[in-house]
């Protein structure tokens, strides 16, 4: 028996009317992210070792309590070494500007990036808020402090 899936409302708007690049898509039926999709005027191509900020042509409006993390498409990364350089990216649901994507090219080709081309995803999550409470001590654990590939010695 399969358990139903969450779901919220998310607005999304073309920033430019009339653009035929698609708007973000589940490719799967049991898909966590969807495709975001490149919207430019010219080919852009990023050598190795290139970063560029890839524009979408979208924004979106997010409910209180949720964000949009923005992350690498397995494929690219495998067949390209295309990455993101701050993966996951965060849109927070007060942000209403449009959503770039920050491509790197760790591959050893140039990697020709046109538009319509899905360059990463977009997982909808809800997210809670800390509130901070100073204190002199911490309990401990038997994990203590160790970091950094502790478990590994």
């Known amino acids: 028996m399969t358990a139903p899936v969450h779901s919220v409302v998310v607005k999304v708007r073309r920033l430019n009317p009339g653009s035929v690049v698609p708007l973000p898509v589940y490719m799967t039926s049991h898909a966590a992210g969807m495709d975001l999709c ?8 990023l050598h190795p070792g290139e970063r ?7 924004a979106i ?3 209180d ?4 993390q923005i ?10 070494g295309i990455a993101l350089v701050n993966a996951p990216g965060t849109i927070d649901p007060d942000y209403r500007g449009e959503i770039g994507v920050i491509v790197i ?3 050893t080709e140039p990697f020709l990036i046109r538009s ?5 995803q977009m997982v909808i999550a809800p997210f809670v808020r800390a509130v901070l409470v100073p204190v002199e001590e911490l309990e401990s654990t038997a994990r203590g402090d160790g970091g950094f590939g502790h ?3």
Do not use: Q
Not at 52 to 58: D, F, H, M, Q
Not at 65 to 68: P, Q, S
Not at 71 to 80: D, E, K, N, V
Not at 116 to 120: H, K, L, M, Q, T
């Open 52 to 58: 560029t900020l890839v524009p979408t042509g979208i």
């Open 71 to 80: 992350r690498p498409r397995s494929g690219l990364a495998l067949r390209h």
């Open 65 to 68: 309590g949720y964000e949009a």
């Open 105 to 107: 090219n760790h591959g």
């Open 61 to 63: 409006e997010l409910p």
């Open 38 to 45: 490149a919207e430019l005027a010219d080919d852009l191509l």
């Open 116 to 120: 319509g081309e899905r360059i990463a």
């Open 151 to 153: 478990t590994g010695k």
